[in-house]
């Protein structure tokens, strides 16, 4: 059953009713309401459309929360071939909230590292809902060594409310492991290739997001702070975060005019939860067409234009 979000409150009675008709007429035969269900489908379809055609920041980040919305599992699953996971930070210990391995795209062999929120209670709780401990961060960081050895692509997907904040992630060192994450994706002599698939929060997402091109699914956000977060700093008061995310510019479309992502995959209508085959689809198509354009580059080149991009950054401003 779809989980509706509190905008979308009209359709789903909308929805509904359609649903009961269909029951009534299961129940019994001679009922035949499939004219009135019709419409009641057509009627959501243009609700649903019209509903989606101009979502304010704070209703992107619901979606972008979505529940059902599909994960790095699951993109993993049906974009790559020949996925073989890789544990372990060869130091303290294996952080479930970050999966990477070795795989196959269209037939090229690359290096896949994601985070990972869990799609249950029990998933959610294993995977820390997405938050990373330092030892995912140095974990990622020694799969990236492993892929530049062998000369491997890099594929990052970002789907975190940002970097775990706990007493014992800190006692190990939480910010100088992003930051030699972050340093590590600048280093890269291979190409590197990011796609936002959900949220991308703080330094936990530019960990792994510091890469030669960084797409983000139309209904996704990234951030440097949660609209929560902001807004309990700037107004002291968390139920400002409609006006938090307007301010912080988390959308695609806002952080596409700012230079600060390359390009935005299209999600299908109502959100990648509603259909998520075609929304996974999309992004295995941008991940190809993203890693071609470096198509015969050497080190040298890769790095340089990946310095190149984020020393510019900010080049951009909103009233360009």
Known sequence: MTQYLDFEKPLSEVEGKAEELRAMARSDSKVDVEKEASQLDQKARDMLANLYRNLSPWQKAQVARHAERPHCKDYIERIFTEWTPLAGDRNFADDHAVMGGLARLDGRSVMVIGHEKGHDTRTRIERNFGMARPEGYRKAIRLMQMADRFGLPVVTLIDTPGAYPGKGAEERGQSEA?????????????????????EGGSGGAVAFATANRVAMLEHSIYSVISPEGCASIL?????????????????????LKLGVIDRIVAEPLGGAHRDRHAAIASVGTALTAMLAEFDGQDAETLRGQRRAKYLGMGSKGLAA
């Open 178 to 198: 992003i930051a030699r994450s972050t340093q590590e994706c600048l280093r890269l002599g291979v190409p590197l290739v990011s796609v936002v698939i959900g």
């Open 235 to 255: 107004w002291k008061d968390a139920e400002k975060m409609r006006e938090a995310a307007e301010a912080l510019r988390l959308t695609a479309q806002d952080l």
